[in-house]
């Protein structure tokens, strides 16, 4: 007979087999139980974190009086944080909301779903459905689905913005592109900060750019607020570029008629020079006229420097 690591005595072939088995079936019994207990306070915690970020009335306080004048109560401080949390949910749904009606609206996703009022027909356009399914107006329906776009552009730059801001900017989206209107917002927060923003800045702002102003439709939103505030300022015309010299015109047409004379061509027109040049320019294997411009950038900022002086 012999002792086992367990501080049992081995007997029999029988008896050793009944113990080990005894043994390892108590062992899986103990690891069942560790991740059935590991499991269910996974489970809980998820339980406890959905219910955290479940949005519901019944998580907004009723209306109750004042506790008293001045400072909050720790238990008003907490009743204002929930209220607060409601209307920024509301800033966030209003975008699903639109966003969905656009998806339904492209997809023409309602074309299947029986009128309420009329259930022999189907619904024939989004905004039918809107009015009648969820009580959204027609009007309403539209600035939503032009709006969500800019919205959305604007929460993932990590923007807080409102219903009332997003509607300020519809108008410069349908009127130049979504990476303008999304520029008007930036410009705005750079100049006064992102805290400060409110939908009457914007419509100012916007307001206050001229009717024949050029933006291009590629450029990224920082690249156009610049040129927004730069036209503002009155740093830049309405084309969005900065004024020619009448000077630098009269050098570049003689240069252009150099430039003919030497391909033995006739007049070249102006805009067929600045091609050319913008194609030297970003010409990544022959860097000379990249050179040339930043030498005169440089030059140029060293002599603004010294007039402050």
């Known amino acids: 007979m012999s002792e086992g690591k367990f501080g049992v005595t081995w007997g029999a072939e029988e008896e050793t087999t009944t113990t080990a088995a005894e043994l390892e079936a108590a062992e899986a019994s103990r690891t069942q139980a560790s991740t059935a207990a590991i499991e269910e306070r996974v489970a809980k915690a998820v339980d406890e974190a959905v219910e955290a970020v479940r949005p519901g009335l019944d998580k907004i306080p009723d209306p109750v009086e004042p506790a008293g004048e001045g400072a909050l109560t720790p238990e008003e401080e907490e009743r204002l944080r929930q209220c607060k949390d409601g209307i920024d949910l509301h800033d966030l749904a209003w975008v699903m ?21 009329e259930p022999e027909r189907c619904y024939d356009t989004i905004e039918e459905w809107a009015e009648v399914e969820k009580g959204i107006s027609v009007s309403k329906c539209n600035q939503w689905r032009a709006a969500w ?16 801001q997003i509607r300020e900017l519809v108008p410069v989206k349908n009127a130049y592109s979504l990476n303008a209107a999304v520029a008007v917002y930036v410009l705005v927060a750079d100049s006064v900060g992102a805290d400060k923003v409110t939908a009457k800045r914007l419509e100012e702002t916007r307001k206050l750019m001229p009717g024949n102003l050029q933006l291009e439709d590629d450029e990224d939103p920082e690249a156009l607020a610049m040129t927004i505030k730069g036209v503002l300022l009155g740093e830049l015309p309405a084309s969005g570029a900065p004024a020619i010299p009448p000077a630098v015109k009269r050098a570049v047409d003689s240069r252009a008629i150099a430039l003919a004379d030497e391909l033995n061509r006739g007049r070249i027109p102006r805009a067929q020079v600045q091609l050319h040049l913008l194609q030297a320019f970003a010409d990544e294997k022959d860097p000379t006229v990249f050179n040339a411009v930043l030498k005169r950038m440089k030059d140029e900022e060293k002599a603004q420097k010294k007039r402050r002086k």
């Open 97 to 117: 909301a639109a966003k969905a009606l656009d998806t339904m609206a492209v997809g023409r996703l309602f074309r299947t779903t029986p009128h309420k009022l």
């Open 149 to 164: 776009p800019i919205g959305e552009v604007l929460m993932a730059r990590g923007y807080e913005t409102n219903p009332g």
